[in-house]
């Protein structure tokens, strides 16, 4: 079975600190995918990044940045210089095929609350 | 264009009412999901559709009927509503094969009394 744990419920932070959410997943599919998504409080879920399980390349996005370690099976993301528009909860999910479709595992969520 | 819609946003119910969820999308996607969010709990997948005629269970299906007459709408259908079921609903939507993004709607607050 499919498992995502993003351990931190609620991190808080003063503006411009850096700030790390974690996520660990579970799969015995060599296959996969990895999403990150943000909810801010208006309630939308809004896609940030998708890795597949053959690319562990980190990736930039202006503040945001992922960290992909398949040794750990690890899918961190940290933004740097955090801005109170990053409150929102975060969510990280891990899909895996099944029966020629991907089924999406959601973990959590992590709130965020970046105080100014 | 409008993306995912999702009908009504806000709904009460008392036990024992059944209702309908709409969800529409307008981007030709094959595959569309519904989720359940309890707080704290992250999302729960419901029922998803591979395609036009085409429906299977999620996590969560008990309580919950489905169904996809074509491309564009999955309404979520509940027969005999129950507080367990209060909750904020999620349809989503996504295209192609390789697993792209899924693109959500706003969702609908559901409120069984």
């Known amino acids: 079975a499919q498992k995502v744990t993003q351990a931190q419920t609620e991190i808080s932070v003063v503006e411009k600190e850096d700030v790390t959410l974690d996520c660990v997943y579970e799969?015995?599919?060599?296959?996969?995918?990895l999403f990150w998504y943000k909810q801010p409080p208006s309630g939308e879920l809004v896609f940030l990044i998708r890795?597949?399980?053959?690319?562990?390349q980190n990736e930039i996005s202006g503040r945001y940045s992922w960290n992909f370690q398949k040794s750990t099976s690890s899918f961190n993301f940290t933004i740097t210089a955090s801005q109170v528009v990053d409150s929102a909860v975060y969510f990280c999910?891990?899909?895996?095929?099944?029966?020629?479709?991907?089924?999406?595992?959601f973990g959590r969520g992590t709130s965020l609350i970046v105080h100014p | 264009n409008a993306g995912v819609t999702q009908t009504p946003k806000f709904r009460i119910l008392k036990i024992g009412q059944s209702m309908t969820l709409q969800c529409a999308q307008d981007?030709?996607?094959?595959?569309m999901y519904w989720y359940r969010q309890d707080p704290g709990m992250g999302l729960k997948l419901i029922y998803y559709?591979?395609?036009?005629?085409?429906?299977d269970k999620g996590e969560v299906p008990n309580g919950y009927n489905v169904s996809r007459s074509t491309t564009e709408d999955f309404p979520l259908r509940l027969e005999l509503a129950a507080p367990s079921q209060t909750s904020v609903y999620f349809c989503?939507?996504?295209?192609?094969?390789?697993?792209?993004?899924?693109?959500f709607g706003d969702g609908t607050r559901l409120s069984i009394l």
């Open positions: 989503a939507s996504r295209a192609g094969t390789d697993n792209q993004p899924q693109h």
């Open positions: 799969t015995r599919d060599t296959t996969y995918y």
């Open positions: 890795r597949n399980s053959f690319d562990e």
């Open positions: 999910a891990l899909s895996v095929p099944s029966g020629g479709s991907y089924i999406p595992t």
């Open positions: 981007m030709n996607h094959n595959y």
């Open positions: 559709s591979v395609g036009a005629g085409i429906t």
